[in-house]
């Protein structure tokens, strides 16, 4: 496609629900990033993948977030057991070479997350 | 960990009055990202500062990286209502692609 898209843009889970947020980058981008933007705050990094290695999960905040991307093409972020602290935006973005500090990294629409 | 600082986190400036937005990272940077969002939108890459002292211009928007590639600012002459939003500037995190942001400057223009 031309941009990277996310789905949904928006979820409304209760508090102990799982969810899973979905990106799919620019075709043929090597590299894929995940952010949480809470509101007022700029994005904070989440994890790294490259091709389907997921080479830096630092930022994710608890073992209640994982994040796939078998095929090295589409990916999957997952929340479990949601809390009311994960309401966020979750931001994917995609690069085309694999991981470097100078790429342009192009940012897809978001997932507005509630968790009531 | 590295940080990345903004200020002001908000501007109000009259339309025709121009902007600045400062960033400082507490360590050196290997290059500096500019991103604006509008309001209730994604961040959109601007522009990319590599070398010490540079540089670059995007018609009224002038961009700077600091000689110890420790701060950058981002002056917007004569604001139109167009320039709304926030602007963010980012740093990688020593050799990764991992970026880290700073809390952005929400640019308010009244008309």
């Known amino acids: 496609g031309a941009g990277v898209s996310q789905s949904p843009r928006y979820k409304v889970a209760k508090r102990g629900q799982d969810v899973a947020l979905r990106c799919d980058p620019i075709s043929g981008h090597v590299s894929l990033f995940w952010y949480q933007q809470a509101l007022g705050q700029g994005p904070e990094f989440l994890t790294y993948f490259q091709n389907e290695a997921q080479l830096d999960k630092s930022g994710l905040p608890s073992d209640r977030f994982f994040a796939e991307r078998p095929e090295g093409s589409v990916s999957t972020l997952k929340i479990q057991r949601t809390q009311q602290e994960d309401s966020a935006v979750y931001l994917c973005a995609s690069s085309l070479a694999p991981g470097g500090t100078t790429d342009t990294q192009y940012f897809g629409p978001g997932t507005r997350l509630t968790v009531l | 960990g590295q940080q990345v600082m903004q200020i002001p986190q908000y501007q109000h400036v009259q339309e025709g009055e121009d902007f600045t937005t400062y960033c400082n990272s507490s360590?050196?940077?290997?290059?500096i990202q500019w991103y604006k969002q509008r309001p209730g939108g994604h961040p959109v890459f601007l522009i990319q500062l590599v070398k010490s002292g540079e540089v670059k211009k995007q018609k009224r928007l002038t961009f700077q990286f600091g000689e110890a590639k420790k701060n950058s600012s981002l002056h917007i002459t004569a604001t139109q209502t167009t320039d709304v939003g926030t602007y963010f500037c980012?740093?990688?995190?020593?050799?990764?692609?991992?970026?880290?942001f700073g809390q952005g400057t929400t640019l308010q223009v009244k008309p």
């Open positions: 980012a740093g990688h995190a020593s050799n990764t692609g991992k970026l880290i």
């Open positions: 360590t050196t940077l290997s290059n």
